[in-house]
């Protein structure tokens, strides 16, 4: 290993292989400093990583050694009606889930920024950030109970004249998809409120201004001004949320555990079940595999599909 | 900006005071759709934590008669105490799990964080997009190999067996937020640092840990509060002696002192006090965990 020491012992060192020395002696500084995250990260992040990918083309008990078995396992999954049905129901939490979840929040965000007084909506935020603490878990076996007979939900059916629909929202088939989905009405996410917000608040003065002096309407300015600008915001959190909804495996492991009668398997549900109550690693993780490979293609579909728009809406104007 | 209508115009710039009270009056009432909407969606959205800490004053009973009212059932604060009971020694071992790996992230992260920001070496790129990929992995692709892998290192129900991954699991994130918030503190005080000598290693704790001192402990928010709450990847590696309160509440076990009828209330009085730690956490960082948040940092 050379040295920088060394290096200016010799008068007659050429210039550059000194200074290349010295670089040399700045590198491995650098690494050394970054050698425990990357010890880390190569024990818990990419090893099983790369087991993963590995092991969705075996098959595996977890206790002997995996057995090559190349796309067996894939071949299997698009014959198994459970598997198909689990993407079926998470396409159905996605297409419902997302938009409610951005919705509500985005509601929120603006009807806190149109306020117009600084103290109120501090406070606003402050009292929507709270549901940020209450660990998840928490707030879904809370939920739990909300669905149980004679439950929160069921008392306030009675008090508007819907008794008659009261059920036991988990247990029955027609309703557990749909119960898990509507979990955590009215759906307000406190991160997305605050990222929207802060962008909206980003806003430049003389834009919101302008339209003022225009005459615009609320609705248009909603529409024409707020959301463009917020553009950047909108796709983070849509990123964000295509990605945490496909990782959701809380909530059905909790609640329905795929039932009542495969109604609620989700493609990180099937996954679990398969690895930890049949012993079928190589199975799981070819599943996890075919998530984890539809869940990025969409996110960054989503991110690119979301960009050229903005893209174009530049060129015109 | 041309648009200004005449009568935009005339508006003169003195009002009296009648006509700003009915300015602030119109404003007010123009306002009046929004606060009821946003109070109707809060008190929603807090529901669940008010139903919470009210039926664990409850009993059984009480609960069933109306779900919504505040009933106490005596003695006072009789399930608190019960649920106190059943999940002290769960609070003690998360806390400690908890408070080493989010030591942990933080310490690594502003290690490396200040290694990309600051230094130039060979590879750092290269280095710095193998640590921002992992952002990409999702954590159930990662489940099933780092459960096996855990279990061959023999640390099954030991603490280390979720520290370790945690620490693990939060680098990237904390690198990528920590990096662009050393990029911001301006150069002159390296400079300044550099000029009398000082090491890189004191430069971090000297200058960058100081400064950064805000969005280190937004990270560090966020890591306690996922990892407080985690509930799969314990009650893989943790047998029930071991139990986190996630766990204790997931999987609970109904003490033999607690009828069937109130045993609802004891569940809910221990949702309570596991929700507490993190209420009062965010309650005492409130300034900085939403002042980071509005900064308008996160975009694509």
């Known amino acids: ?317 | 900006m041309t648009a200004i209508s005449p009568r935009e115009l005339q508006v003169p710039r003195t009002r009296t005071e009648g006509q700003v009270v009915e300015r602030r009056n119109r404003h007010l009432a123009v306002r009046v759709p929004h606060y009821f909407a946003l109070v109707v969606i809060g008190i929603l959205s807090l529901f669940p934590i008010y139903f919470m800490a009210v039926t664990g004053l409850k009993n059984g009973v009480q609960l069933q008669e109306n779900p919504f009212n505040i009933a106490i059932a005596h003695p006072f604060g009789t399930f608190y105490v019960l649920a106190w009971n059943y999940l002290k020694g769960d609070l003690l071992r998360t806390t400690l799990i908890v408070v080493s790996s989010v030591a942990g992230i933080v310490a690594l992260g502003m290690l490396s964080a200040y290694t990309f920001a600051r230094m130039e070496f060979f590879g750092s790129t290269f280095l710095f997009y193998a640590i921002f990929g992992l952002l990409l992995i999702p954590s159930f692709l990662t489940l099933i190999p780092l459960f096996l892998e855990v279990k061959g290192m023999g640390l099954l129900d030991n603490p280390l067996a979720l520290i370790l991954p945690y620490i693990a699991g939060g680098q990237a994130f904390a690198i990528f937020v920590f990096r662009s918030s050393i990029q911001g503190i301006p150069e002159e005080l390296f400079e300044a640092a550099r000029v009398d000598g000082a090491s890189h290693l004191r430069m971090l704790t000297r200058i960058a840990a100081p400064l950064c001192r805000p969005i280190m402990i937004a990270v560090a928010l966020l890591n306690i509060t996922a990892f407080w709450g985690d509930y799969v990847f314990p009650s893989l590696v943790l047998g029930v002696p071991q139990s986190t309160v996630a766990m204790a509440i997931g999987n609970f076990l109904q003490p033999a002192a607690v009828p069937d009828v109130n045993l609802v209330n004891m569940q809910f009085a221990a949702y309570t006090i596991v929700s507490i730690p993190m209420i009062v956490l965010f309650l005492i960082f409130l300034k900085y965990f939403i002042s980071g948040m509005s900064s308008g940092a996160v975009k694509l």
């Open chain 1, 1 to 317: 290993m050379v040295r920088e020491g060394v290096a200016g012992r010799d008068v007659s060192t050429p210039r550059s292989s000194r200074v290349t020395q010295r670089k040399i002696a700045r590198t491995l500084k650098a690494w050394a400093f970054l050698l425990p995250t990357f010890i880390f990260i190569g024990f818990f992040c990419y090893w099983p990583a790369a087991r993963a990918l590995e092991g969705a083309f075996t098959t595996w008990d977890g206790v002997s050694a995996p057995i090559w078995t190349g796309l067996k396992n894939f071949e299997q999954l698009f014959h198994d009606s459970l598997f198909l049905g689990a993407f079926e129901h998470l396409f159905w939490w996605t297409v419902i889930g997302i938009p409610a979840g951005m919705g509500a929040s985005l509601l929120v965000a603006l009807l806190i920024y149109r306020l117009g007084n600084p103290r109120a909506e501090y406070w606003f935020r402050v009292a929507f950030s709270l549901t940020l603490c209450l660990p998840g878990i928490v707030g879904i076996l809370t939920w739990q109970n909300f669905y149980e007979i004679g439950g929160v939900l069921d008392v306030i059916l009675k008090d508007v004249g819907l008794g008659s629909f009261a059920t036991a929202w988990l247990a029955n088939p027609h309703t557990a998809l749909g119960a898990l989905i509507f979990l955590g009405f009215p759906w307000v996410g406190a991160f997305a409120m605050l990222v929207f917000y802060a962008g909206l608040q980003a806003i430049p003065h003389e834009i919101l201004d302008a339209a003022k002096v225009d005459g615009v309407s609320s609705w248009r300015r909603v529409f024409h001004i707020e959301l463009p600008l917020i553009r950047g915001q909108l796709k983070v959190i849509l990123v964000l949320s295509i990605i945490g909804i496909s990782q959701n495996l809380l909530v059905p492991l909790l609640l329905t555990q795929g039932g009542p009668n495969n109604t609620t398997w989700t493609p990180v549900l099937y996954m679990y079940e398969n690895a930890f109550e049949y012993a079928q690693m190589g199975y799981a993780l070819a599943i996890a595999f075919i998530l984890f490979v539809l869940s990025l293609a969409f996110a960054l579909l989503t991110m690119r599909f979301l960009r050229s728009d903005n893209e174009r809406r530049k060129r015109v104007a």
